[in-house]
Every structure is written in C-alpha cells, then in structure tokens.
C-alpha cells in the first residue's frame, strides 16, 4: 500500500487546502484507480468511483481523525462506493452467504481435482487464459472479489486488506479462501478440458 | 473429473489451505498439513492448483498507469483545474 500521502501536511488538508489536495489526487489516484477497476472490471465505472471517491474525500477531510492512515482511508471510500455501484448495476451478485463462516462440507463438494501444474507457461499464460481469468474474478460475488483484488491483486497484507474494508482480520481470511478456492475450481475446470484435449490428440 | 474430497481430515484441513500457501499457519498445523498430504494425492493437487491460482494472478496483473485523459476529467471534476499541471 502506498504511503506517500504521509509526506502532505495533514493540517493543510483539513482546512481545505487545494494545494495539499491536489498533491494528494495526484500521489494516491491512480491506486485507487486500479483497485476501482479491478474490482469493477469496467473502466467508466472504475473512473465514476475515482471521482466520487475524491469527492466524498475532500468534503469528510476536517472530519478526518487519524484512526487509520490516510490512504487506508481513501481506499475505503473508494471499495465502499465502488460495492454500492455494484449493488446498483448486479444486485444478485451480492448475497447472504458470503457473510456466513466458512463450511468446509459444502466447499469442498464436488471439488474438481486435476493437476493443472503440469502445463507449459505458454499455455497457463497465453492471452485466451489471460481473458478466463479475468473474468473468473468478475465472476465472483463482489465482497469475495474486494478481497481478493486487495490481497492477491494488489498485494495488501491481511492487516491492510481488513482495515481498508473495515473487517476483522479472520473475516477477510474466511472471504479469501472462498475466493481463492473458488477461482481455483474455474481454473481446474477450465485447464482441465485442455488437458483432456491434449491427451485425446 | 469431479470428486470429492474423500475423507474428515481432508475437509478439517480445508479451512487452513489458504493461511498454509501464505506461510502464515503455526508450526503445528503446518506440520499436520505435510504429514496428510504425504498420503492424501488429492488434496496434494488442491494445494499445488490452490498456490498456482494465486501465483498466476499475481504474474497476470498488470500495472495499471492513470491515463492522462481520466487524471484531467478528475482534476476539472474536483476543481482543481490550477493545479493540473503539477505532476
């Protein structure tokens, strides 16, 4: 996570400085950008959250007590509107279960089991994977794929992934595992016909 | 392909897999983990699959600049037209 808002004065920033603002839109946007865009996967709506973020920002700075840094701070604005955007445009794509504890009996059903491990780089990387994973984290229900995108995208610790959500450390380790295990499955299944092909030829 | 995971210990470990590829897990569950996987060819394959899933999307993102036209909308957006200069 970037720290280099800690260099602008804070004092300036709560009394409305432009200045100081504009340093700190220019030094912390294009991380809240991409987390916006991944987390969206759409680039005009990965720049509406960009702007809102700011937006809402600047208008809660004399606010700001320090509690976490300010770029945590930034960050949560940022995944809490681009998660109201989602509920906006995908409302199923959010449901009860995600908030659940983790159920080893269900995951574990119907688990797809092939060593994927085996294929050439060439081919775990060629541009038409590339795409299915793409779309595999767009597949996922969207407080998984916050997650996710904080931690194994962006590559947030624990700590900053929970603080920047505003959720527990477990509660972030529970919805990465789903996550992970989840995209897991995809891949298996999706490197799996490839390789049933390969053996077939 | 689909299966199951077979046995009680393979879904009790299931829960830890993925502090377990971070290096995060204590010692002694470690430790429990590598002896089943010792025996256990499925879940062997669910924790190599699992660090590759990760491993390849970190390799696959790639480093996202802001473009110039998005940092200007922002700048106009927040009026802060004066400082749109100052990179």
């Not at chain 1, 109201?84 to 983790?102: A, G, Y």
Request: hydrophobic residues 40%; glycine residues 4%.
């Amino acid at each position: 996570m970037t720290e280099t808002a800690n260099t602008i004065s804070l004092e300036a920033l709560k009394t409305g400085d432009r200045e100081a603002f504009a340093r700190l839109v220019d030094e912390t946007s294009v991380h809240i950008y991409r987390v916006a865009l991944q987390i969206l996967g759409d680039d005009q709506d990965a720049e509406d959250v960009l702007q809102e973020t700011y937006i809402k920002a600047f208008r809660a700075l004399p606010d700001f007590e320090g509690r976490s840094s300010l770029t945590t701070w930034l960050y949560r604005i940022a995944v809490n509107e681009a998660l109201m955007l989602v509920r906006k445009r995908k409302p199923q794509t959010i449901s009860v279960e995600e908030n659940t504890p983790f159920d080893a009996e269900a995951e574990s059903d119907e688990m797809e089991i092939v060593d994927f491990c085996c294929l050439p780089e060439g081919e775990l990387l060629s541009s038409e994977s590339r795409r299915f994973l793409e779309q595999a984290v767009q597949n996922l229900p969207a407080n998984l794929r916050v997650a996710f995108v904080m931690r194994d995208m962006e590559e947030f610790s624990i700590q900053e992934t929970a603080e920047a959500l505003n959720l527990s450390k477990n509660n972030v380790k529970t919805r990465l595992l789903r996550a992970r295990l989840r995209l897991r499955q995809e891949l298996s299944v999706y490197f799996g016909g490839k390789i049933q092909k390969e053996s077939r030829r | 392909m689909s299966e199951h995971v077979q046995t009680p210990k393979c879904k009790q470990l299931l829960g830890s897999l993925s502090e377990y590829i971070d290096g995060d897990l204590q010692a002694e569950l470690c430790a429990e983990i590598e002896e089943h996987l010792k025996d256990c060819d499925n879940c062997r394959i669910v924790v190599n699959t699992l660090r590759k899933t990760v491993e390849l999307y970190k390799q696959t993102t790639e480093p996202v600049g802001l473009p110039d036209a998005v940092r200007e909308r922002l700048f106009l957006k927040l009026e802060l037209k004066d400082f749109l200069k100052k990179v």
